[in-house]
């Protein structure tokens, strides 16, 4: 296959065959690398322009109901102190965010049955009452009704990450989860008028290059309105705690390519690359991505937020993190 006439389809249709898609992540060379993700910043420069969006996270809740095998916050684990933020903080906190003129809050949770669908649905829609933000969820899989319910309510956006899009390593990874109904949930939440996200790690135990495939492939049909796009870390509290971690090269490649077949989705230059490498978050942004989430969740509670071991930033005060960020953009 021909590298230049590859990077002249990236940048002109990003409308990619999966051997095409192969041959990109298998590039091993640094300067054929470097050509790939040059191709993606050109794609994210005429689709998207050189603004990048700030959104303001907030952990609500690390309490999950899953088991997902990677995962530090998952049920089985008895090391972790459990904490839920109520309504209210989370209202009070929405209000001092938007007074420093940031626009949105992804608001992420385990999936966590506490908080019903009329609960959130009653933040959401004083958070819309009183802020001029868009309000993005993260809250897992939940039933259509809830859904409806919390768009109606004024929530924007929701991110679910399909995690893998191929069905084995999907049930590999997550033992009581289904993928069809992952897959159903995606489709609902766009059929409800909602700006959908997906996204995947990058490293995960028993994921090959086939399967990064698949997640491209994915990323060209489905063309979500965003994709999460980071390394696995391993946590020492599940069963995968010996699994290496994700490399940096194949999450910038992963990124490369998700820009080029999406064009113009959000792509967040993730905490998780920020971890495993200094510049690691610049690194995305110049491979395609153009979105940061900086972690506003008050510090009694973010400590605790650790899907992953040693996150970056996680007992940074809030108002350091917003000028750092901007001074890394």
């Not at 700030?54 to 102190?81: D, F, K, M």
């Not at 899989?141 to 990450?161: H, I, M, N, T």
Request: hydrophobic share 35%.
């Amino acid at each position: 296959m021909n590298l230049d006439i590859l990077i002249q389809k990236c940048e002109s249709t990003g409308a990619l065959s999966r051997d095409e898609i192969l041959y990109a992540l298998n590039l091993d060379s640094k300067t054929d690398i470097a050509r790939l993700i040059g191709a993606a910043d050109a794609v994210r420069k005429a689709n998207c322009g050189d603004d990048v969006q700030i959104r303001a996270l907030v952990e609500i809740s690390n309490t999950c109901a899953r088991q997902c095998l990677y995962c530090g916050i998952r049920a089985p684990n008895t090391h972790i102190h459990r904490y839920r933020m109520p309504p209210d903080e989370i209202v009070e906190l929405a209000k001092e965010l938007d007074q420093k003129g940031l626009r949105t809050i992804v608001m992420q949770s385990g999936e966590d049955p506490y908080y019903t669908a009329e609960m959130v649905a009653d933040i959401i829609g004083k958070i819309k009452r009183d802020t001029q933000m868009a309000v993005t969820l993260c809250f897992g899989e939940r039933p259509e009704s809830d859904y409806r319910l919390w768009k109606q309510a004024g929530a924007d956006r929701y991110l679910l990450r399909h995690e893998a899009a191929n069905r084995e390593l999907y049930k590999a990874l997550h033992p009581d989860s289904d993928y069809g109904q992952r897959m159903h949930c995606l489709h609902i939440l766009r059929r409800l008028g909602y700006q959908v996200g997906a996204g995947c790690m990058i490293g995960a135990p028993g994921q090959g290059v086939e399967h990064l495939a698949d997640d491209i492939e994915y990323f060209r049909d489905f063309q979500p309105d965003m994709a999460g796009i980071g390394p696995y870390i391993p946590h020492p509290d599940t069963p995968f705690a010996d699994h290496p971690t994700g490399t940096v090269e194949m999450t910038l490649k992963m990124v490369a390519l998700t820009r080029i077949v999406t064009r113009n989705a959000l792509l967040p230059a993730t905490t998780a690359i920020g971890s495993i490498e200094e510049r690691g978050r610049e690194m995305a942004l110049e491979a395609g991505a153009d979105v940061v989430m900086p972690n506003y969740t008050p510090l009694k509670y973010r400590v605790h937020y650790e899907i992953y071991p040693n996150k970056r930033c996680i007992t940074e005060d809030p108002a350091h993190c917003d000028s750092c960020m901007r001074l890394r953009i």
